[in-house]
């Protein structure tokens, strides 16, 4: 009896102390990168009479790197397998990480730990963690800034790097300066637009270099933007007698422009307008007329034109015109005298027209005239009788008029009758002025 009781007590025993599950761990791959994770999975198998609940854990200090199958329920004699996956970042030092996996059964509290390791592998020792970019577009003369950050991926100090900045024409190398793994270095460049430069695009770029390796390198494109930026300088003087003016077109701006400007003037200057350069068109507008110059001007270029009113000319023109006027009457005497017939229905009347051009007055002009024997004269005078002398080829009239003022005029008429038909018309002899003896002025 005894010794059965003994035999039942180290049966229950033994029982006592067998796990109630076993687990097992695969290291499928164990080297990690971003780009390929490193791979675990654990087998758990259920060695109690009921189904229970088992849950995974970890120590991995880079808790974002792990995923896996947090719990699973097991039926009593079946086993299930928890994956474990481990991503690390881009951050990531390349080094080993020690990591401890435990299952727990969560009704007993029962555990198993399995420690393994984490190998994070690397291709590149230098990763990008920022980059500043220039902006998309600038305007000439503008100043900008740029910048890259970038991290140690090895296990060591690096300073076996560079990093070059390229804009335009120019290239910035930096040496790369020594820095502990995981530590992060920021590099600055400063550039300037040049002021004259045409709406373009440029091309900047930033590239990091390990070891004679190429880490990386990136492109980002600027555009210049279009200036459009015109001057105009139209500025007039003068003195009263000439007046003179210019006008001034400047491109400040980067590229090609036209413009069209104007100058305006009172219509009655422009018979005595003159232009350096002739303008485009002109067209009047309110008693003004306005004058346009079209150009097209390249970047930095300018157009400039002069004009002058010569209000001087008018004047000289007068003066031409008076002493022209003078000397004509210098030339065909201080009197005229100019003699007209007109038809009547028995003859013809006369008319003797006398006028002072001279700005003095005249005491006496002695008038000459002359009928001839193809027609009679009728003796009676509107004005004045004239002097008759009888000869033997007609009658010769004269008349005295006195006190002939500046600027007078004043008329003698007389009639005729014919005395034969004359077939071509009749043709008188022309009146005359006489200053002692000598004809001085004929009609």
Same mark, same amino acid.
């Given at each position: ?15 006592? !102390? ?32 009921? %189904?229970?609940?088992?849950?995974? #854990? ?44 435990? &299952?727990?059964?969560?009704? !007993? ?53 560079? &990093? ?17 793994? *995981? ?28 070891? *004679? ?18 001057? !105009? ?48 068109? #002109? ?16 970047? *930095? ?36 005298? !100019? ?31 002359? &009928? ?18 009888? %000869? ?37 002899? #022309? ?7 000598? %004809?001085?002025?004929?009609?």
């Amino acid at each position: 009896m005894r010794k059965a009781f003994l035999c039942i007590l180290c049966i229950a025993l033994i029982t006592g !102390t067998t796990s109630a599950f076993s687990a097992s761990i695969d290291s499928q791959n164990q080297q990690a990168s971003p780009e390929s994770p490193a791979l675990f999975s654990v087998e758990v198998l259920n060695n109690g009479q009921e %189904t229970q609940a088992y849950q995974l #854990s970890h120590t991995l200090s880079k808790s974002g790197w792990v995923y896996y199958d947090t719990s699973k329920q097991i039926k009593p004699g079946e086993s299930k397998i928890f994956n474990i996956s481990v991503n690390p970042g881009e951050s990531a030092v390349q080094q080993s990480y020690n990591m401890d996996l435990f &299952v727990q059964e969560l009704r !007993t509290g029962e555990q198993e730990k399995f420690s393994t390791v984490v190998n994070v592998d690397r291709q590149k020792l230098i990763n990008v963690k920022n980059i500043e970019y220039p902006p998309e577009t600038v305007d000439p003369g503008e100043k900008f800034s740029a910048s890259i950050t970038v991290q140690n991926l090895a296990s060591t100090i690096l300073n076996d790097y560079t &990093v070059q900045f390229e804009l335009e024409n120019r290239t910035e190398s930096r040496n790369g300066v020594a820095f502990a793994p *995981g530590a992060l270095k920021t590099y600055s460049f400063e550039h300037q637009i040049p002021q004259s430069s045409r709406p373009q695009d440029k091309m900047f770029s930033v590239t990091v270099t390990q070891d *004679g390796d190429q880490v990386t390198e990136v492109t980002r494109t600027l555009s210049v933007n279009q200036v459009r930026n015109v001057t !105009t300088v139209n500025n007039r003087s003068g003195n009263g007698i000439r007046t003179t003016g210019i006008l001034e077109i400047r491109n400040n701006g980067n590229s090609k422009v036209s413009v069209s400007e104007n100058v305006t003037l009172p219509g009655y200057v422009d018979p005595i307008l003159f232009f350096d350069e002739e303008p485009s068109y #002109s067209a009047s507008q309110r008693g003004e007329r306005v004058y346009t110059w079209n150009k097209t001007l390249q970047p *930095g270029e300018e157009f400039s034109t002069s004009y002058s009113i010569e209000y001087w000319i008018p004047f000289i023109l007068t003066i031409i015109i008076v002493l022209g006027i003078a000397l004509i009457r210098e030339i065909t005497g201080s009197i005229s005298i !100019t003699k007209e017939k007109e038809k009547t229905e028995d003859g013809y009347k006369l008319s003797i027209q006398i006028e002072n051009r001279s700005s003095e007055a005249k005491d006496t002009v002695k008038i000459e005239d002359f &009928v001839p024997n193809v027609v009679s004269l009728i003796k009676e005078f509107e004005v004045a009788e004239p002097e008759m002398k009888n %000869t033997t080829e007609g009658v010769e009239l004269s008349w005295s008029l006195e006190d002939l003022k500046p600027g007078e005029t004043r008329i003698i008429t007389y009639k005729v009758t014919d005395k034969v038909e004359v077939e071509d018309g009749l043709d008188l002899p #022309s009146a005359k002025i006489v200053e002692d003896g000598k %004809t001085v002025s004929k009609s």
